[in-house]
């Protein structure tokens, strides 16, 4: 019929997106935690070396990273690496929904306490700007935009950054898919780093 036809509205397209987004990204969790640990821990290795190939520790220069859930690659060894070396990193820290991530310093031994979902942030510290921001991926197309878990802290964020930072985004090869369906909103990464090697965004 006519009403078959018709070209949807914006508002229709967002939420038909919308509705996609939560149902592949309940499936790529799922095949995430699927994954055996040691195929977690080849993911996690693989993408460490990547990051010490792109970032020079340094103090000039603050590096986000994220504390690990539900299968993310763990890269806690790496950070400890990291700032062994003489670099800095901070963690991200969710304010309120609906706001922008703040970021503070993070160091082996610091104070931590339990943040939103009770993720391990920070206790004290100063909030910082991050020049690298690496997030966790869920799914990733292949203009390197990034299906994460649907709060939009890190879209939000990043959007209010200038200059704005260097975007890694991090996770297994299985979160491939043909596209996340970018809206205006969604901000790409520069790089997606797995196991099976980098993308830039062209």
Not at 83 to 93: E, K, N, S
Not at 163 to 192: E, R, T, W
Request: glycine content about 10%; charged content about 25%.
């Amino acid at each position: 019929d006519a009403a078959a036809l018709r070209p949807l509205s914006k508002k229709e397209q967002a939420r038909q997106v919308a509705q996609w987004r939560r149902a592949e990204r309940e499936r790529l969790i799922a095949l995430r935690l699927g994954r055996p640990k040691a195929e977690r821990e080849v993911i996690a290795e693989a993408v460490s070396q990547q990051l010490d190939a792109l970032l020079e520790p340094n103090e000039a220069q603050i590096v986000s990273l994220y504390w690990p859930i539900r299968g993310e690659p763990d890269l806690r060894g790496w950070m400890r690496s990291f700032v062994a070396r003489g670099g800095r990193v901070a963690l991200p820290v969710v304010i309120a929904k609906g706001q922008p991530l703040v970021f503070r310093e993070w160091r082996p031994g610091i104070r931590m306490t339990h943040g939103v979902w009770k993720i391990p942030i920070p206790a004290e510290g100063t909030d910082v700007v991050p020049s690298t921001v690496i997030a966790p991926l869920v799914g990733y197309d292949p203009l390197c935009y990034r299906l994460g878990y649907g709060g939009g802290f890190f879209d939000r964020t990043l959007a209010g950054f200038e200059p704005k930072p260097l975007c890694i985004g991090v996770g297994g090869s299985c979160g491939a898919i043909a596209s996340i369906y970018p809206q205006a909103h969604d901000i790409p990464m520069d790089i997606i780093l797995t196991e099976e090697g980098q993308r830039h965004r062209s």
